[in-house]
């Protein structure tokens, strides 16, 4: 198959790509390779594809027609996997109007563009934070939505009713893929899991927000890429997936983890519980493992020891 990747040069979208081709796909990567990092940490996630047989990088962003048109030229798409967004909850809180731009009407001009060249098969990263406060532990593809705490929340619930929308208009094959905190190699440098090992291992102060005992459920990226794959090969009717390890740890335990791993203890500025922010993140994966055969395997122990060792080795910034 020929499979489209927005945001392809991301953490999440290199490995996908990766994947891809090494299952013996061809990959389209559309990426805009914007500031919200370091444009270069994206351009050597894809260093290890770029010469190779079957890729294409179209540099451009998914609001942009004729961007997304360059994407569908040549040899047809089989399979839209669209993870480009503008990502993160508290930087939401401060730009609104543009995580709108960019997650909503970005994904409403990439389903029309499906629509205009007969693609019709689609896989929609949503995210956890859908879920909201939700009090009913662990949260279920069947909870309400209705209630998110932040703007990118808003917007992810929002591309999610965009896409059946389409399914329901035009038979569009869509799976939304709710992805709970995801991490490992490559991860964004200012999420929580990266950010604490390179602060730690600096000996630099980190900042912990609330109590700690908030809690989370960590995802090891090589659990995501094998739900991924499996609903590329299940990919039929409007579904949505919750793609989670399925147990949770506190934050307090996560910094001690880092901790031991590394030999250093950490250096702690605790700061209210910010807005936007959730309790607790718990994904019933019931469904993926009933529909998909969906079976994480990396528990956050060892995602830890393997992220750390990439960091290390990397020496990584």
Same mark, same amino acid.
């Given at each position: 198959?020929?499979?489209?990747?927005?945001?392809?040069?991301?953490?999440?979208?290199?490995?996908?790509?990766?994947?891809?081709?090494?299952?013996?796909? %061809?990959?389209?990567?559309?990426?805009?390779?914007?500031?919200?990092?370091?444009?270069?940490?994206?351009?050597?996630?894809?260093?290890?594809?770029?010469?190779?047989?079957?890729?294409?990088?179209?540099?451009?962003?998914?609001?942009?027609?004729?961007?997304?048109?360059?994407?569908?030229?040549?040899?047809? $798409?089989?399979?839209?996997?669209?993870?480009?967004?503008?990502?993160?909850?508290?930087?939401?809180?401060?730009?609104?109007?543009?995580?709108?731009?960019?997650?909503?009407?970005?994904?409403?001009?990439?389903?029309? /563009? /499906?629509?205009?060249?007969?693609?019709?098969?689609? *896989?929609?990263?949503?995210?956890?934070?859908?879920?909201?406060?939700?009090?009913?532990?662990?949260?279920?593809?069947?909870?309400?939505?209705?209630?998110?705490?932040?703007?990118?929340?808003?917007?992810?619930?929002?591309?999610?009713?965009?896409?059946?929308?389409?399914?329901?208009?035009?038979?569009?094959?869509?799976?939304? /893929?709710?992805?709970?905190?995801?991490?490992?190699?490559?991860?964004?440098?200012?999420?929580?899991?990266?950010?604490?090992?390179?602060?730690?291992?600096?000996?630099?102060?980190?900042?912990?927000?609330?109590?700690?005992?908030?809690?989370?459920?960590?995802?090891?990226?090589?659990?995501?890429?094998?739900?991924? /794959?499996?609903?590329?090969?299940?990919?039929?009717?409007?579904?949505?997936?919750?793609?989670?390890?399925?147990?949770?740890?506190? *934050?307090?335990?996560?910094?001690?983890?880092?901790?031991?791993?590394? $030999?250093?203890?950490?250096?702690?500025?605790?700061?209210?519980?910010?807005?936007?922010?959730?309790?607790?993140?718990?994904?019933?994966?019931?469904?993926?493992?009933?529909?998909?055969?969906?079976?994480?395997?990396?528990?956050?122990?060892?995602?830890?020891?393997?992220?750390?060792?990439?960091?290390?080795? %990397?020496?990584?910034?």
């Amino acid at each position: 198959m020929n499979i489209l990747v927005t945001g392809g040069a991301g953490f999440i979208g290199s490995h996908v790509i990766e994947q891809l081709l090494a299952n013996g796909h %061809t990959a389209v990567c559309i990426d805009n390779f914007d500031d919200f990092y370091d444009p270069n940490v994206k351009r050597r996630n894809l260093e290890t594809v770029l010469q190779r047989e079957g890729f294409r990088l179209v540099e451009g962003d998914i609001r942009d027609q004729s961007a997304l048109e360059q994407c569908f030229s040549g040899k047809p $798409v089989d399979v839209v996997i669209h993870l480009a967004a503008r990502a993160g909850v508290r930087p939401s809180l401060l730009q609104p109007e543009l995580y709108y731009d960019v997650n909503v009407m970005g994904t409403l001009r990439l389903l029309e /563009m /499906m629509h205009k060249h007969d693609v019709s098969r689609l *896989l929609f990263a949503s995210s956890s934070s859908v879920y909201g406060n939700n009090r009913k532990i662990p949260f279920s593809e069947t909870d309400s939505v209705d209630n998110p705490i932040s703007p990118y929340a808003a917007s992810k619930k929002a591309g999610e009713l965009l896409c059946h929308t389409y399914h329901h208009l035009y038979g569009f094959d869509i799976h939304c /893929m709710r992805f709970f905190t995801v991490y490992g190699p490559r991860q964004r440098p200012e999420m929580a899991i990266h950010e604490f090992v390179k602060k730690i291992t600096r000996e630099e102060p980190i900042v912990l927000y609330g109590d700690g005992t908030s809690l989370r459920d960590y995802t090891y990226i090589s659990d995501i890429l094998d739900g991924i /794959m499996k609903s590329v090969d299940n990919l039929e009717g409007y579904e949505i997936f919750n793609l989670g390890e399925s147990r949770t740890i506190a *934050l307090s335990e996560l910094v001690a983890t880092i901790e031991n791993v590394v $030999v250093k203890k950490a250096i702690i500025q605790r700061q209210p519980m910010q807005p936007g922010d959730v309790q607790v993140t718990f994904a019933d994966i019931t469904k993926a493992k009933r529909i998909l055969g969906y079976q994480p395997c990396c528990s956050v122990e060892s995602g830890l020891e393997k992220f750390i060792e990439w960091f290390q080795k %990397t020496n990584h910034i």
